[in-house]
């Protein structure tokens, strides 16, 4: 039997593992974490992430031939192929920091993996974090000086292009799955080993064979130009504010053309998540190394107009409300950086919450899937601290001027505004002349996703702010 161990139980590796494990039930597949409560929560009913139909794979996997477990030497030392999907978080101190990877637990991972495995034995140890480009590099050179010499070990860049809030429907049926190694006969061993996994439901033509480096550099462009994407269509609505265009109508224009295509052309408070921001800012960094100044330069602009988007939106917010919103409260509905995901990390609600709570707001926050401690942290949280193994979210100080509450109604009572942040399919169906009633007056919408039905709340006699849309006169400055 083929034994499959994983090293981290996050986002990706859970779910990942889960999937191979439900499509190969004659391959054991074990996922290993540091973190007990992690292991805990994949062993209960009560999994540790929120993804949809995540629930049905692991209950119908788990016992069955899918295990979690602490005991990662155990695992290690008998698994054939060894994923490693733990955190590669942005450098916070020394030289590239805020930029260049901290790859210190993979290093601590590949480390321990030449430990505890034996000889004489063939052993394919596959990159699914996302890596700089070279990684398979340095990490074989731990491998080899420390390992036993009669263990062969082969590395594969086997990059995650899951989207999370999707992650069940992307890993059924990916685009595709990428697989680089080295062209040698050992490599090309390794490559085929690991391709006969996902052959069990994904097609042989969806499974893209590469050298090592063009896989891992195919990551970070790939999260790289969807990012950009987005803050291409957010640049324009902001050009859209100024000159009556209208960002919606821009968007379908553009994206009926096949050249272009129509997805990842919404315009938002900003881009999130715990990717795009690290990717972009690990290839700034990598091209910056390499003497790519003006490269460099390019790719940071994505994130400047990212920071620009939630700026504007802030202003947009203390400006249309008089100047200032000290001591008004404010009903933020959703923190998540996206819809279908508990997940929090560099969300934009982050930084749109921190310059309300600067000019004095008392915030009220509402998120079906986000929990009181984790807005807290993220509120409090020093930058790219999230990204690391114990993330300290039930340490988390609790902000004064911050609420976490479970109701809407409640969020939005008495309030004077409601900012849109993450775009749930339930705040469409909100019953918003209850919200209008029971409101301070006037009563202000800012909706940072462009769900909601515009015409009809200005109807109710709300003041609308509808990013990238013309301005409601109520919110002009002249
Ligand atoms: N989240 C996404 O959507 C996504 C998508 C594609 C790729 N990625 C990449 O995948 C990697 C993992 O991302 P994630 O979102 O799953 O992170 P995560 O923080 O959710 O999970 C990483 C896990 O690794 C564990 N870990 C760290 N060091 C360990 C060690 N030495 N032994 C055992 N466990 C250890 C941590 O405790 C943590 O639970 C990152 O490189 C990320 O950039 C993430």
């Known amino acids: 039997m083929v034994k499959i161990a994983c090293i981290g139980a996050g986002y990706v590796g859970g779910p990942t593992m889960a999937m191979i494990a439900l499509k190969c039930p004659e391959i054991e597949v074990v996922v290993l974490d540091i973190n007990e409560d992690r292991i ?27 295990f979690f477990s602490t005991d990662v030497t155990k695992h290690v030392s008998e698994a054939d192929i060894i994923f490693v999907s733990v955190n590669t978080p942005t450098k916070t101190s020394g030289i590239g920091a805020g930029k260049a990877a901290d790859l210190s637990y993979w290093e601590s991972a590949a480390r321990m993996i030449a430990q505890c495995c034996k000889g004489p034995a063939f052993k394919i140890v596959v990159e699914k974090s996302t890596v700089p480009v070279k990684t398979a590099e340095a990490i074989s050179k731990v491998l080899r000086t420390n390992g036993d010499s009669s263990v062969h070990f082969e590395i594969l860049s086997n990059p995650e292009f899951l989207a999370e809030g999707t992650a069940v429907s992307d890993l059924t049926a990916p685009d595709r799955v990428l697989i680089g190694g080295k062209e040698d006969a050992d ?32 990551k970070l462009t790939a999260n790289a130009m969807l990012a950009q994407r987005i803050s291409s269509v957010n640049s324009i609505s902001a050009l859209c ?38 990717d972009i800012l690990n290839l700034v960094y990598i091209c910056e190394t390499q003497g790519l100044q003006k490269v460099a ?62 000019d004095g707001a008392k915030l009220f926050v509402y998120d079906p899937k986000v929990e009181a401690q984790h807005v807290h942290y993220e509120l409090s949280a020093a930058k790219f601290s999230w990204d690391h193994p114990k993330a300290p979210y039930a340490s988390a100080s609790r902000l004064s001027s911050v609420s976490v509450v479970k109701d809407p109604y409640e969020a939005c009572d008495g309030a004077h505004a409601i900012c849109v942040l993450t775009e749930w399919d339930e705040f469409k169906q909100l019953d918003f002349p209850r919200l209008y009633a029971s409101m301070t007056k006037p009563a202000f919408i800012f909706d940072g996703r462009n769900i909601l039905d515009h015409a009809a709340l200005r109807e109710m006699g709300f003041v609308v702010y509808a990013l990238g849309k013309p301005l409601d006169p109520f919110l002009r400055k002249d």
């Open 40 to 66: 805990a929560a994949w062993n209960s009913d009560s999994l540790p992430i929120y993804e949809p139909g995540l629930d049905e794979v692991v209950q119908e996997a788990r016992g069955r031939n899918l």
């Open 241 to 278: 504010e100024e000159t009556g265009a209208d960002v919606s109508e821009v968007a379908r224009s553009i994206g009926m053309d096949s050249r272009i295509g129509s997805k990842f052309l919404n315009a938002s408070v900003g881009f999130g998540g715990s990717c795009f921001q690290k």
């Open 297 to 358: 330069d390019y790719w940071r602009m994505v994130i400047d107009i990212n920071d620009y988007q939630k700026q504007r939106y802030v202003e947009r917010v203390i400006g249309g409300m008089f100047n200032t919103v000290s001591n008004k409260k404010i009903a933020v509905l959703g923190f998540a950086f996206k819809k279908d995901t508990g997940d929090t990390r560099e969300t934009p609600a982050i930084d749109v919450c921190r310059g309300l709570i600067a």
């Open 187 to 218: 490599g090309q061993r390794a490559v085929k080993a690991l391709a006969d996994v996902y052959a069990h439901w994904v097609p042989r033509a969806q499974i893209l064979t590469t050298n090592l480096w063009s896989a891992e550099l195919a």
